[in-house]
């Protein structure tokens, strides 16, 4: 009986770790989405060079992600 209590506290602590160091990347990701999503829409409309390097960098945040 300890010893599982032990390994849940363990388990805890390092769960607690992992949401601290990473955060809610179900989150991340969907935000992500949607701002490529926004970004895709404007560049139909008026492609501008800052935008496509805005899609660029969010690709590359959103893969990292993944």
């Given at each position: 009986m300890v010893k599982l209590?032990?390994?849940?506290?363990?388990?805890?602590?390092?769960?607690s770790f992992s949401i601290?160091?990473?955060?809610?990347?179900?989150?991340?990701?969907?935000?992500?989405?949607?701002?490529?999503?926004?970004?895709?829409?404007?560049?139909?409309?008026?492609?501008?060079?800052?935008?496509?390097?805005?899609?660029?960098?969010?690709?590359?945040?959103?893969?990292?992600?993944?």
């Open positions: 209590f032990w390994n849940l506290t363990k388990l805890k602590n390092n769960l601290d160091t990473f955060g809610n990347i179900f989150k991340r990701k969907h935000q992500l989405k949607a701002r490529i999503k926004e970004v895709h829409i404007e560049l139909n409309v008026y492609p501008r060079l800052d935008l496509i390097n805005l899609e660029m960098d969010l690709q590359r945040r959103y893969s990292i992600v993944l």
